[in-house]
């Protein structure tokens, strides 16, 4: 069998390597990845049997698979590391997906590869079930003077920074100003996978996208028919979240 490591810390590359090898020495792992990207490519190169997934990584997390590929090309197992906490260890378990939970346990591991089932058309269903169960109950505190208003994050559509504050723009068109930076915002939102940095004044919503311009250096139109800058050196990664018909 043969496998792709995908994590973004060398010493856990080598360590996962070392104990697939010592405890399953019939999977060849044929590729070791620091990120989303290049996993995917060594993906498409190797035609793997299992990938081992890490969930928490820059730019792109583990989840994020799914906006690569579409549900026929996952042909191949996915069983995620992950160190997150007991919360999103239950969306797994509900979901029938195969994990491993850091520091990683050479009989743990043993165990989930024996149970690993070679059929998985149902992946990306399911790894679409795991990121609804992880970030659905979850809501945001916004200051607002001596009180904190909650905010469930997929109604927010785009945060703009102004100065000291940052503007919260939700889907009813309701206006909330704030006085937090919007770094402050931008690594609170960071498990939200689809709020993107695609300026230095702006988070947008991505799942709020209705078009791209290449005009006036690259813009995003918005449901709300708002059109937001995005930075030339956002412009691939931006497009690379969504799926592009090949010519």
Same mark, same amino acid.
């Given at each position: 069998?043969?496998?792709?490591?995908?994590?973004?810390?060398?010493?856990?590359?080598?360590?996962?390597?070392?104990?697939?090898?010592?405890?399953?020495?019939?999977?060849?792992?044929?590729?070791?990845?620091?990120?989303?990207?290049? &996993?995917?490519?060594?993906?498409?190169?190797?035609?793997?049997?299992?990938?081992?997934?890490?969930? $928490?990584?820059?730019?792109?997390? &583990?989840?994020?698979?799914?906006?690569?590929?579409?549900?026929?090309?996952?042909?191949?197992?996915?069983?995620?590391?992950?160190?997150?906490?007991?919360?999103?260890?239950?969306?797994?378990?509900?979901?029938?997906?195969?994990?491993?939970?850091?520091?990683?346990?050479?009989? $743990?591991?043993?165990?989930?590869?024996? @149970?690993?089932?070679?059929?998985? +058309?149902?992946?990306?269903?399911?790894?679409?079930?795991?990121?609804?169960?992880?970030?659905?109950?979850?809501?945001?505190?916004?200051?607002?003077? +001596?009180?904190?208003?909650?905010?469930?994050?997929?109604?927010?559509?785009?945060?703009?920074?102004?100065?000291?504050?940052?503007?919260?723009?939700? +889907?009813? &068109?309701?206006?909330?100003?704030?006085?937090?930076?919007?770094?402050?915002?931008?690594?609170?939102?960071?498990?939200?996978?689809?709020?993107? @940095?695609?300026?230095? =004044?702006?988070?947008?919503?991505?799942?709020?996208?209705?078009?791209?311009?290449? =005009?006036?250096? &690259?813009?995003?139109?918005?449901?709300?028919?708002?059109?937001?800058?995005?930075? =030339?050196?956002?412009?691939?990664?931006?497009?690379?979240?969504?799926?592009?018909?090949?010519?």
């Amino acid at each position: 069998m043969k496998a792709i490591i995908i994590e973004d810390e060398s010493r856990a590359q080598i360590y996962l390597k070392g104990i697939i090898e010592m405890v399953t020495p019939e999977i060849n792992i044929v590729a070791m990845c620091d990120d989303l990207p290049s &996993g995917v490519m060594a993906i498409r190169k190797h035609k793997p049997d299992i990938v081992f997934l890490d969930i $928490e990584m820059p730019k792109y997390n &583990g989840l994020e698979i799914v906006n690569f590929f579409d549900e026929k090309e996952i042909n191949f197992g996915i069983i995620f590391t992950t160190a997150y906490n007991q919360y999103a260890i239950q969306a797994f378990k509900t979901s029938a997906i195969d994990y491993l939970l850091k520091p990683i346990d050479p009989e $743990e591991l043993k165990n989930t590869l024996e @149970r690993y089932i070679s059929n998985q +058309n149902t992946i990306l269903e399911k790894i679409n079930l795991v990121k609804q169960q992880l970030y659905k109950e979850s809501k945001i505190a916004i200051p607002d003077g +001596n009180n904190l208003v909650m905010i469930q994050p997929s109604d927010i559509v785009y945060l703009k920074a102004d100065n000291s504050y940052t503007q919260i723009v939700l +889907n009813t &068109g309701k206006k909330w100003v704030t006085s937090r930076f919007l770094k402050n915002f931008e690594e609170s939102l960071k498990e939200y996978t689809h709020f993107f @940095r695609c300026h230095k =004044s702006y988070i947008i919503n991505t799942q709020y996208i209705v078009s791209y311009s290449k =005009s006036d250096g &690259g813009t995003v139109t918005l449901e709300n028919q708002i059109e937001i800058p995005v930075s =030339s050196d956002k412009v691939e990664e931006l497009l690379a979240l969504f799926i592009r018909v090949v010519r």
